[in-house]
């Protein structure tokens, strides 16, 4: 029997677990079911009680004080103990079923996506090529306020296709809190950076801001960081990433404010879309569960 899930991922910040309590809401409403999995062992605070934390199996907090590791090597170990106990996952999801959609809330530490092999390990036991048989779909979330510093949004940009190459899932890439940026950023403005482009870089307000100083003969420190990030050196290096991202073609962004209903609604269609969440389930009579008296409704 199929099961059907999606992996909340993104850097630290972008709103993972608020995204995840916004589509739970939806689900409700909507007499949808789901479950609810923490696999942040730092987290603490949720709108939604999940149904299946990691903080039952390990904490960040325990492994920090009787390992003396800091907060990236402590996360790291509690996934490492994870893979080494699964059946934790195992015994909770197996017995659900296709109606359920499983929200899987990860941590904000993307070096877990990037570059280190053990979320593609948790990938495999999760999805069919593992023990269960899980549809699983990925949703990277970036903070739309990136889109404000053009190097912080190609930089993002590159670490949403790093996720997609390495853990080799269907993707839903997101700008999110867009409800930060709308009052700042101009609509037609915000529709340039759904696909990621190398001409974003040709108008980059970082560019005008320095010529204005040089023009007024404003002294600015070499060692700062205005100084730098206006450096050709610099302009070279975003340069080459925003066109490595443009020649791989893989990246384009779905806008989301979790506090409008139909932004929610848009997102979880592509999830549903990309997991084939729909064509599992079975059809249903609109009146199976509706009684009606139609003798009584002719003496009416």
């Given at each position: 029997?199929?099961?059907?899930g999606?992996?909340?991922?993104g ?6 677990t608020?995204?995840c309590?916004?589509?739970i809401?939806h ?17 603490e605070d949720?709108?939604?009680e ?10 960040l ?6 390992m003396?590791l ?70 990277y ?6 889109v404000?510093?053009r190097?912080?949004y ?25 409800d ?13 950076f759904?696909?990621?482009d190398?001409?974003l ?33 610099f302009k ?5 990433v ?27 269609s ?8 729909h ?22």
């Amino acid at each position: 029997m199929s099961k059907f899930g999606v992996l909340v991922m993104g850097p630290a910040g972008a709103g993972k677990t608020t995204f995840c309590s916004a589509l739970i809401q939806h689900l409700r409403l909507n007499k949808r079911s789901c479950f609810y999995v923490n696999l942040d062992p730092a987290a603490e605070d949720f709108s939604y009680e999940p149904d299946l934390d990691i903080k039952e199996l390990i904490s960040l907090e325990d492994v920090m004080e009787e390992m003396s590791l800091g907060p990236n090597g402590g996360l790291i170990y509690c996934f490492e103990f994870l893979l080494e106990n699964l059946d934790f996952l195992t015994e909770a999801m197996d017995p659900l079923t296709e109606e359920y959609l499983i929200i899987i809330d990860m941590p904000g530490q993307i070096e877990l996506y990037t570059h280190i092999p053990i979320v593609p390990a948790l990938v495999k036991h999760l999805t069919r090529t593992g023990a269960l048989n899980v549809n699983l779909c990925a949703t990277y979330l970036l903070e739309s306020t990136f889109v404000i510093d053009r190097a912080k949004y190609f930089a993002g940009t590159l670490s949403a296709m790093s996720s997609m190459i390495l853990l080799e899932l269907p993707h839903v890439n997101v700008l999110s809190k867009m409800d930060l940026v709308k009052g700042s950023v101009p609509k037609k403005e915000l529709k340039r950076f759904i696909d990621p482009d190398t001409s974003l870089l040709d108008d980059d307000p970082r560019d005008s801001q320095a010529a204005l100083n040089l023009s007024q003969g404003r002294t600015i420190d070499p060692s700062s960081s205005e100084s730098v990030m206006a450096g050709g050196s610099f302009k070279r290096l975003n340069r080459a990433v925003a066109q490595l991202i443009d020649d791989f073609s893989m990246v384009s962004f779905l806008q989301l404010d979790v506090q409008n209903e139909d932004s929610v609604s848009a997102i979880l269609s592509y999830i549903d879309d990309m997991i084939q969440y729909h064509e599992a389930q079975e059809p249903k009579e609109p009146n199976d569960e509706i009684e009606y008296d139609y003798q009584d409704a002719d003496m009416e």
